[in-house]
């Protein structure tokens, strides 16, 4: 019999933040980083689950000590007790009383809970030689459902009517298994956009990701307001009327600042505005989108489990929203959220980029076609190219859309010398960038 | 130059789960602990500011992480860089772009960042002599804002409109100060309503708290509705028509499942009804208020920022809240809480209990007695009589009313012995646990 027989952590940081990669108004400087963990098996074939927290430095040590907290709930479990039930598994994690305090369902514990449960998911999905995508998708809908923790949702989605939603979706699924093979998903990206960039390498950039197939481009806002009007009418000169372009202001207004700004950028034609509040703020969002219309508004990279995305639904506070793999309680949690959003009919742009979130998320975009709303050419993942070389599966982007990953698991594993070279403090990555300061 | 030279911390565990004081339908067997923080300088009177989060057990060794992650914020600040600006000193730490990836406010870093917000107030009130209820109401109006970070507030109070607030309790100031001192505040008890308890000890436990003058006391419902019948008709008949009683169902329900609870204890006469589901879902409370009027509904010892709670005052969701001294961001963040509550009229009577927890919020009750909403006797602080002992300056009861306490500081100072004694896993206090169990 299978079994766990160790949980390691490890606190992996990339010195990002001296290139401005990844500068917005929010976030000036990120070093970006991974709580990592690894649950391994005693198996012969060296079985082993990944997930890790994504985090952009500091505090990257707490999200370990808290993966290290849960060591005691999965050491000597069989491998059946984990990947034979991922929903009691999950829900003994995130039920757990007295950590249940530290949250509830938020913040460093529900994130590091979260990447212990997509480390299980990695774990089940290896096990049955399945890229995370495909053992999703081919769950029946009955099976989806015990996975879900419904607390707290039944005032909007009980389990009957998520079978009878997941049912509404068996029509079709070969061939929109065999559509995703066939043309990938739609991506969009981000890397033309960072505020730190100046106006001719946003335009170069742009032009890039036009070329290489992207129909959205994404430009962060918010410090500056005539530089975003500006920055806005540069890119629409730079990519013509028929690209998408989206902002993204990262949390950085209050409710009558982002009103006002919005309506400044309002002939900007915008795909969204993304964050443009408190992430918390389910009743701003609903008062800013009503004020700007019919600019799409957007959140969710930050919306900390299903309950908030629940009330962002029910408060017709967004056009779309963004999930993201690494921030609620793992897959489970985003197959509610993604099933609540397909009940009210919103579409779903999943934030990446960070350390390897373009790597998980696009499992769950690809699941969420092919088993839950079928739809994939009204919406697009995030992507951003960086960081990608670190993972053993990285992601493969051909003509602006992601090629769905044929390799079993949930593509979380990064590479042994990768772990190794930019551990904090202790790795050579960090021993250099300190050398080179007393230099 | 007085400076700050060790930010020491500690991982306190009072093993409470096996006396089930403190349980309830979500918690059942708390073992109530404290990752508690020292700020100590280099001032000839040993001059030191405590503060601490209260946990539940388990993952109190993770909060103890978060606080460790805070020491480079303030190793080598001078005593007046943080005592002498307590809003910058706070809108650093929770602003710092890297750890509020971690929230943004909310769950382990937020709680963290609170205590240290707190143990600087501590600092603060020691250093002017005072306890932290007058040092507070001696603030003028204007630096009580300078205090508050407004973010995300202006929608529904600008820092003008605080001030007004301010100036306009400003008359009274000195009677209110001295009717507390003469009169002391309000408290109610939940020590006879634990959901361990048998109804013999239930009854007991309410005689001798209404002998004790309290007015108001509090069950744990949530488990069995038939039970809860029982309990409350039970508490009626033993109490009397004059005393309230509350209900706490700490986050047991869904609101279908809440509504129709409730109707069933509808007879009962409820003072109010605590945590009836989620602490994130604003809505949720909004809808079963409107179901289950006039029993008033209550949220609030869960609720993680300021952001929650203005929207449980736009949404008119409660019609009365907790505040917890040891969850949001330190007293900074509840001062705005407390202007908030203040502005929408709603009542607040403050969560305590836990470890400590009496101590701590009794000084932000009384300061916003005297310099907010000026009212004390249409409101009570929750009072649980245990774990006092371990504090230097333990919270006084007088006929149901906590007097005001006049020694320096927050009251947060726990005594080095049961430091020692507690501490987790290495304390004398586990080492018999742990003997005890092998015998």
């Given at each position: 019999m299978v079994k766990i027989t160790a949980l390691d952590t490890y606190d992996v940081r990339f010195p990002t933040s001296r290139e401005l990669d990844g500068s917005d108004a929010m976030n000036p400087d990120p070093d970006y980083s991974a709580a990592y963990v690894v649950l391994r098996t005693d198996d012969a074939r060296h079985l082993a689950g990944h997930g890790f927290v994504f985090t952009i430095g500091r505090g990257n040590d707490v999200q370990k000590a808290a993966l290290d907290a849960l060591r005691p709930f999965v050491l000597g479990l069989t491998l059946d007790q984990v990947i034979g039930d991922l929903g009691g598994f999950a829900n003994r994690l995130i039920g757990d009383s007295q950590l249940r305090w530290l949250g509830p369902e938020k913040g460093v514990m529900h994130m590091a809970i979260g990447a212990l449960i997509n480390a299980a998911w990695d774990l089940a999905a290896r096990h049955a030689g399945k890229p995370l995508w495909r053992f999703i998708a081919e769950l029946s809908p009955q099976q989806i459902v015990n996975v879900i923790d419904f607390r707290y949702l039944t005032d909007v989605l009980t389990p009957e009517q998520a079978l009878a939603l997941l049912r509404a979706a068996e029509p079709g699924k070969q061939e929109r298994i065999g559509q995703l093979l066939a043309e990938g998903y739609p991506a969009y990206t981000t890397?033309?956009?960072?505020?730190?960039?100046?106006d001719e390498k946003m335009q170069r950039l742009a032009r890039e990701a036009v070329a290489d197939g992207f129909r959205t481009i994404k430009l962060k806002v918010g410090l500056n307001l005539d530089d975003d009007v500006r920055r806005c009418r540069l890119a629409r000169a730079t990519v013509g009327p028929d690209i998408h372009i989206a902002v993204d202001?990262?949390?950085?207004?209050d409710v009558p600042q982002a009103i006002a700004w919005l309506h400044r950028l309002a002939d900007a034609n915008l795909a969204w505005i993304e964050e443009p509040t408190s992430p918390d703020d389910i009743l701003a969002h609903a008062t800013i989108r009503r004020a700007v219309a019919p600019t799409p508004v957007s959140t969710g990279e930050?919306?900390?489990?299903r309950v908030m995305f629940k009330q962002l639904f029910q408060a017709g506070a967004v056009d779309l929203v963004q999930i993201d793999a690494a921030r609620v309680g793992g897959v489970n949690e985003n197959l509610a959220i993604l099933l609540l959003a397909a009940k009210f009919g919103v579409r779903v742009f999943p934030h990446a980029g960070g350390v390897g979130l373009c790597e998980l998320v696009q499992h769950l975009a690809m699941a969420d076609f092919i088993?839950?709303?079928?739809?994939?050419?009204d919406r697009a993942i995030e992507f951003v190219d960086?960081?990608?070389?670190?993972?053993?599966h990285p992601v493969t982007i051909r003509h602006g859309r992601y090629i769905a990953p044929d390799a079993a698991g949930f593509s979380a594993q990064m590479h042994d010398r990768s772990i190794a070279e930019y551990?904090?403090?202790?790795g050579p990555a960090w021993h250099e960038s300190a050398d080179a300061l007393r230099a």
């Open positions: 890397s033309p956009g960072w505020l730190g960039y100046s202001a990262n949390q950085r207004w930050h919306t900390h489990n088993a839950i709303s079928g739809k994939k050419e960086h960081l990608h070389e670190h993972f053993v551990s904090y403090p202790d």
